[in-house]
C-alpha cells in the first residue's frame, strides 16, 4: 500500500527531530531520523512510502497537503513535537478529512496520549513508544482490512470519543534488521538542506543502538521512545553503514552518531573504531559523548576518524549533577576534557541551569567551569523539560513551571522560550545567564584569535566556523531576554 510520512509544516527552519525542537540559533536542522528509519522499515515490508520534510523543502500547508493528495495514501504518518503539537494535531486533521487513516507519532503523543487525542477531532490514533514494530502492524492490518485494535502500541479512537489502548508495543529487538537510514536519505531528501555545526558540511545522521541506561532526569527519547535498556547494532552493521555512505554518497563529508551516548559500552567503542580502520573507513564522524571515558578510548577513535565529541557537561556544581542524577562529576568531566585535549579531538559542551536547587552561585560555578575547561565551542541554556521526563513532573509539582500552553516552549519566531524557574531564580534570570555566559565565552579575545588562527590553516574548520557564526552571530550580540 502507499504511505506518506511527514514531518509537517511548521515555522521555516523548525528543527522538530531533535531532543529540543525549535528553530536553533546556530542554523542546525536535525534529519527526521525516526521517521526515516519508520520508512525504511516499512519499505522493507513491501510499501511504497513518501517521505515529506516540510520544514527542510519549505513547504507549506496547501503545498504539503497537495502532495499526499497527489500520491494518494492508504495511510499517513504525522511526526510531531511539544512546541509545534497543537499545529501538528490541526495539520493531522486536516489530512484525515479525506477520509486517510492518519495516525501520530513521536515524544509528546507518547507522553501524553489521551491528552494528544482529545486536541483533535478527526485523525484516527497515535503511536506511542518507538513505532517501527507498530506501524508495520498497523500497515499489514489497513492493507489487508483487518481490525487496527489488533496491533500493539496503539491509542485508537472510537466512534463516540473513547479511546482505546491496544497494549504495548515492542521495540525493534534486532537494530540490524533495519534498512541503512542513510539510503533512505539518499532516496527521498536532499541531505544539503541539513545541518549540525558540530560535524563536516554536508553530513549524515545514523544511530549505533538505542536506549540509554543512565537517569538524567531530563533526557526526553530515553523516558519517551527508546527506554532505559541499551540496545546495539553489530560492529559489521555500522561499519557497512560507513562503508555505504563513502561509496555511495561520496559527496558526504561526515557521519553524526546521534545516539543518546555512544560511549555506554566503551570496549564496543573501541572494536567499533578497529573495525573502521582495518575496513578503510575514511569519512569524518561526529558523536554524542559522556564525560567517562578514557584516553585509551578516545586516541584509537581519533585514528579511526572521530571529530568531535558533543558533551553534556551541563553543571559545574556536583551538587546539580546529584540533582539531575547525571552520573558524573565535575571531576571526571575536567579529566575528559584533558583526554579530549591530548587525543586531539574537538569538544563541544553543554552547559545547562535551571535544575532544581539552581542559585547565583552554583551558575557562577558553571560558567567558571567552562571556561576552565575551554571546549572549541559551547552552548548555555536553561533546562527544557518535556512531557514523560521526571525533569518536567518536578517542574509541574514545585510549580516551577511557568508556561500556560505548549506554544510556549518557543518565542515567536521559532527560538528556545524558557518555561522553567527555580526556587531562588526567575526563568528571566535564567536565561540573562545564559545570554551573559555564551557572550563572555565567545568574545574572550584569546578565543576569538585561537579560532582565526585555526580557521586560517585549516579549510574544513574555516568553513565550518563561519557557516555556524553566519546564523549565530546576529543572536551573540543582542539582548535576547527569554531567547536561549
Known amino acids: 500500500m502507499r504511505i506518506t510520512a511527514v514531518n509537517p509544516p511548521f515555522i521555516k527552519g523548525y528543527s522538530r527531530g531533535q531532543r529540543s525542537p525549535a528553530v536553533t540559533k546556530s542554523g542546525t536542522l536535525y534529519y527526521p531520523i525516526w521517521l526515516a528509519y519508520a520508512v525504511g522499515a516499512l519499505e522493507k515490508a513491501g510499501h511504497e512510502v513518501d517521505l515529506v520534510d516540510a520544514p527542510a523543502d519549505g513547504l507549506d500547508i496547501e503545498q504539503t497537503t497537495g502532495r499526499i493528495s497527489s500520491f494518494d495514501p492508504g495511510l499517513v504518518i504525522v511526526e510531531t513535537s511539544t512546541p509545534s503539537i497543537e499545529s501538528d494535531v490541526r495539520f493531522a486533521d486536516t489530512i484525515a478529512i479525506t477520509g486517510r487513516f492518519v495516525v501520530m507519532v513521536g515524544t509528546h503523543p507518547s507522553a501524553l496520549p489521551y491528552e ?15 513505532y517501527e514494530n507498530p506501524l508495520t502492524g498497523l500497515a499489514e492490518a489497513i492493507e489487508n482490512r483487518k481490525d487496527p485494535a489488533d496491533v500493539k502500541g496503539l491509542y485508537l479512537r472510537q466512534t463516540h470519543g473513547e479511546v482505546l489502548f491496544t497494549g504495548d508495543g515492542e521495540r525493534v529487538s534486532n537494530l540490524d534488521s533495519l534498512p541503512y537510514v542513510s539510503s533512505i536519505y539518499s532516496e527521498h531528501l536532499d541531505i ?26 531530563f533526557c526526553v527519547f530515553p523516558q519517551t521512545m527508546q527506554g532505559r535498556k541499551f540496545r546495539k547494532r553489530s560492529i559489521e552493521n555500522i561499519t557497512g553503514e560507513m562503508l555505504w555512505i563513502q561509496n555511495n554518497m561520496p559527496e558526504v563529508r561526515a557521519v553524526f ?3 543518546d551516548t555512544i560511549s555506554v559500552d566503551r570496549g564496543r567503542l573501541r572494536e567499533l573504531a578497529g573495525s573502521f580502520i582495518r575496513n578503510g573507513v575514511n569519512v569524518s564522524w561526529t558523536s ?6 578514557d584516553l585509551e578510548t578516545l586516541s584509537i577513535c581519533k585514528r579511526a576518524g572521530l571529530r568531535t565529541v558533543c558533551v553534556g557537561f551541563e553543571s559545574g556544581s556536583n551538587r546539580m549533577l546529584t540533582n539531575m542524577r547525571k552520573g558524573i562529576t565535575v571531576e571526571m568531566s575536567l579529566k575528559f576534557a ?3 585535549r591530548k587525543a586531539g579531538i574537538l569538544v563541544h559542551g553543554c552547559f545547562m541551569v535551571g535544575t532544581q536547587g539552581e542559585n547565583r552561585e552554583t551558575m557562577r ?9 575551554n571546549p572549541d565551542t ?13 525533569a518536567y513532573m518536578q517542574a509541574c509539582e514545585s510549580n516551577n513551571l511557568v508556561a500556560e500552553n505548549w506554544r510556549d516552549w518557543l518565542t515567536e519566531e521559532g527560538l528556545h522560550s524558557c518555561v522553567i524557574k527555580t526556587d531562588d531564580l526567575s526563568s528571566e534570570d535564567l536565561v540573562d545567564f545564559c545570554d551573559f555566559a555564551r557572550r563572555r565565552f565567545y568574545l574572550r579575545p584569546l578565543y576569538i584569535i585561537r579560532k582565526l588562527w585555526i580557521s586560517l590553516f585549516d579549510g574544513d574548520e574555516r568553513r565550518r566556523t563561519f557557516r555556524a557564526f553566519s546564523t549565530f552571530r546576529k543572536y551573540l550580540f543582542r539582548d535576547s531576554r527569554r531567547r536561549l
Open 338 to 340: 584533558e583526554n579530549a
Open 257 to 259: 552518531f546521534e545516539d
Open 192 to 217: 544539503y538542506s541539513y545541518n549540525n555545526p558540530n560535524a563536516l558540511y554536508p553530513q549524515v545522521m545514523i544511530m549505533g543502538g538505542r536506549g540509554c541506561p543512565h537517569d538524567c532526569t
Open 288 to 293: 554524542n559523548m559522556r564525560a567517562d571515558v
Open 378 to 390: 559551547a552552548q548555555f541554556y536553561p533546562m527544557m523539560v518535556y512531557p514523560g521526563t521526571e
Open 365 to 373: 560555578e558553571t560558567l567558571e567551569f567552562a571556561l576552565k575547561i
Open 116 to 130: 494528544t487525542l482529545k486536541m483533535g477531532e478527526r485523525f484516527a490514533g497515535l503511536v506511542a513508544g518507538e
